[in-house]
């Protein structure tokens, strides 16, 4: 919200909740169960017991868990700011234009494939969104680009492949591609609302 205000914060979850359910669903009516990995069907469901705590103990588990996202993230998001600053520094208006400005309908695409190979999560992406937004990047192609790096990212794809077999990882991919792609289409269409 503090980036893209509240209009674009709110549509960016609707629309990747509605991509989710959408998908998932095409993924159960498809029947594709059969390719979840073996293993993971054998998994226990364990009930966990409830641990009392008391004020203080909630506390210094809230203080580890900060602790333990920054140690996490920090990295992540000091890369995206200093792609952001070459972005919004270094890199001319013109070429930022040329490659995935409104002149250019395939941005959406290339922003899905650029973002692809990067691994961050979604604070490493912001200062990223961020310049390319501050350059009239369209916000659908910015909102695309960020979805594609938190939804697709090739470490997140090599994860998921150790619990899915690969027809259903590419139908995945393939349904999250195509959905991430024509929601950025849409948001770039519909732009002067969402302003």
Known sequence: MSFFGA??????????????????TLIDK???EKYVEGYVKEIENVDSEIIKMTREERISYSKTQVIDIIKRVWLYVLIGVGIGAVIHNW?????????????????IILATVVGIPMYADIFGTLPI????????????????FMMSVTALSLPSLILL?????????????A?????????????????????
């Open 161 to 173: 492949s150790k619990v899915v077999k690969p027809k259903l990882l590419a139908i995945f991919t």
């Open 7 to 24: 209009k674009i914060a709110i549509a960016y979850v609707v629309v990747g909740l509605v991509l989710a359910v959408i998908g998932g």
């Open 175 to 195: 349904i999250v591609s195509v959905g991430i792609i024509i929601i950025g289409y849409l948001f770039n269409a519909w732009s002067f609302v969402l302003r």
């Open 129 to 144: 969104a961020e310049a390319l937004f501050a350059k009239n990047v369209g916000i659908g192609t910015v909102l695309e």
């Open 30 to 32: 498809l029947g594709l």
């Open 91 to 107: 890199i001319p208006q013109s070429i930022i234009e040329n490659v995935v400005g409104d002149n250019n309908p395939f941005a």
